[in-house]
């Protein structure tokens, strides 16, 4: 591998206020600026923004700078990849055309440096969380997309902006390892390794930086993020490892 491969997810733009996500932007700026000369690919692993939605003619506003900056990177030469998280699943086409990411609505299976990568945004996965599972499909539904689609831009995003304002992000608890037996994508990661094997699991969604070691050869990283721990995944062809942006 010539270059870095780098992973981020968890931006959550738009969370808890407008004030505090442009300074969040500015930072993330300043952190593509700096891999940008070593990077290779970029996966940004869900939930970049706190809401999404495209309508046919309108887009939600603010963030300019951070889709110049990924469109520059993108024209550049730099692979980047988009995973729809379950505050951005709501993303379509707008990005393909505009930027020319690649949009990742589940997980993706790649090989790198000889080294095998299961990725996932991380919501839905695991056991538990029925409640969850049962509102994803519904929302991921096209019934429910057209319907939304309806509302005047205004009103729709005025209530997903109240939803913003009432969710885990919002609030930014300080988060809580459960071990490796007590965490629902460690515990899916394992499942998956009876099936086939992975160098490595990397996923968001958790919001707390985790490198645990899984047996027989195989990793889980979480990639954090941007709200507290500015944290993200970097591999060299060589070695995977989870580091935090200081600038």
């Known amino acids: 591998m010539a270059k870095n491969i780098y992973f981020a997810s968890d931006f959550h733009l738009g969370t808890p206020n407008y004030t505090?996500?442009?300074?969040?932007?500015a930072r993330i700026l300043r952190w593509l600026n700096f891999i940008e000369p070593t990077c290779g690919e970029l996966f940004l692993m869900g939930d970049i923004f706190d809401f999404w939605f495209e309508y046919a003619k309108v887009i939600p506003k603010g963030f300019i700078r951070l889709q110049g900056k990924l469109a520059a990177m993108a024209d550049s030469g730099i692979?980047?990849?988009?995973?729809?998280?379950?505050?951005?699943?709501?993303?379509?086409d707008y990005f393909k055309q505009e930027i020319g990411?690649?949009?990742?609505?589940?997980?993706?299976?790649?090989?790198?440096?000889?080294k095998k990568f299961y990725l996932h945004h991380g919501d839905g996965l695991g056991p538990g969380d029925r409640k969850y599972k049962f509102l994803r499909k519904i929302f991921r539904s096209k019934i429910c997309q057209w319907l939304?689609?309806?509302?005047?831009?205004?009103?729709?995003?005025?209530?997903?902006?109240g939803w913003s304002r009432s969710s885990r992000a919002a609030s930014n608890p300080e988060e809580v390892f459960f071990g490796l037996e007590g965490e629902w994508l460690a515990i899916y990661a394992q499942e998956q390794l009876k099936k086939e094997h992975f160098d490595y699991f990397i996923f968001g969604h958790r919001h707390l930086p985790m490198d645990l070691d899984l047996g027989n050869a195989s990793r889980y990283i979480n990639?954090?993020?941007?709200?507290?721990?500015?944290?993200?995944?970097?591999f060299d062809g060589i070695n995977l490892k989870l580091e935090y942006f200081k600038l």
Request: charged share 25%; aromatic share 16%; hydrophobic share 40%.
């Open 148 to 161: 939304f689609a309806r509302l005047h831009p205004n009103l729709g995003i005025g209530i997903a902006n």
């Open 101 to 114: 990411m690649e949009i990742i609505s589940d997980e993706l299976i790649i090989e790198r440096g000889g």
């Open 223 to 234: 990639t954090g993020e941007w709200l507290r721990y500015n944290s993200y995944a970097v």
């Open 20 to 25: 505090e996500s442009r300074t969040r932007e």
């Open 79 to 92: 692979k980047i990849y988009f995973f729809k998280g379950n505050h951005d699943m709501w993303v379509f």
